[in-house]
Nanobody, 116 residues
Framework: QVQLVESGGGLVQPGGSLRLSCAAS????????MGWYRQAPGKQRELVAT???????TSHDSVKGRFTISRDNAKKMVVLQMNSLKPEDTAVYYC??????????WGQGTQVTVSS
């Protein structure tokens, strides 16, 4: 079955960096749009960034210039490099694999806390 396993979350001070990784298995990785979403307490889950099989990237305005999404089809991994972190980036971050209208898979989530 499809599995998405996130890693790399944690506690970081404002202005710091974290690197989130998502390892996929049980799927033809290159067929999927891969993405990162986040959900802060009391808020709806929101898109952070996505990367298509053709490496086209979409990202939320609030993270542009700070976060970078990338994928490695050979390793079946998607990475979110987060720089210049702010307290408002605090959330549970989820890895997502999607083929529109067909498949939509989620990881278990990893906590990112930005606090001094």
């Amino acid at each position: 079955q499809v599995q998405l396993v996130e890693s790399g979350g944690g506690l970081v001070q404002p202005g710091g960096s974290l690197r989130l990784s998502c390892a996929a298995s049980g799927m033809i990785f290159s067929n999927y749009v891969m993405g990162w979403y986040r959900q802060a307490p009391g808020k709806q889950r929101e898109l952070v960034a996505t990367v298509t099989s053709g490496f086209s990237i979409t990202s939320h305005d609030s993270v542009k210039g700070r976060f970078t999404i990338s994928r490695d089809n050979a390793k079946k991994m998607v990475v979110l490099q987060m720089n210049s972190l702010k307290p408002e980036d605090t959330a549970v971050y989820y890895c997502n694999a999607k083929i529109q209208g067909l498949y939509d898979y989620w990881g278990q989530g990893t906590q990112v806390t930005v606090s001094s």
